[in-house]
């Protein structure tokens, strides 16, 4: 099966870029072009935000509201997605996820990771 794994700093200081990176094991993102490589977040008492996806061979999608400062990566030698925000704040700080959904219903994760924790904090 897929596995999911996020890492993340953990603490990130007001201004500075927000990154966190998802590791996938069991299966290629060079070679798997019909799945959207997610990101998802969940704030303190929040439900969950979708932020943005990585498909294909690289193309991107954000939620607009984080679209200025919001990009995804791919390191297809790691087999790895890297999310980065830039100036971050506070109201970034939340558990954030990697999911995959095929191309039928982007809506739709299979897998998921565990999440990792990330604070913005001075």
């Known amino acids: 099966q897929v596995l999911l794994q996020e890492s993340g700093p953990g603490l990130v200081r007001p201004s500075q870029t927000l990154s966190v990176t998802c590791t996938i094991s069991?299966?290629?993102?060079?070679?798997?072009?019909?799945?959207?490589w997610s990101w998802i977040r969940q704030a303190p008492g929040k439900g969950l935000e979708w932020i943005g996806w990585?498909?294909?061979?690289?193309?991107?999608d954000f939620t607009p509201f984080l679209k200025s400062r919001a990009s995804i990566s791919r390191d297809t030698a790691k087999n790895q997605f890297t999310l980065r925000l830039t100036s971050a704040a506070p109201e970034d700080t939340a558990v954030y996820y990697c999911?995959?959904?095929?191309?039928?219903?982007?809506?739709?994760?299979?897998?998921w990771g565990q999440g990792t924790q990330v604070t913005v904090s001075s």
């Open positions: 999911a995959r959904a095929h191309n039928t219903d982007f809506t739709a994760y299979e897998y």
């Open positions: 069991n299966d290629s993102i060079a070679s798997a072009v019909n799945y959207y």
């Open positions: 990585t498909m294909g061979r690289g193309a991107t």
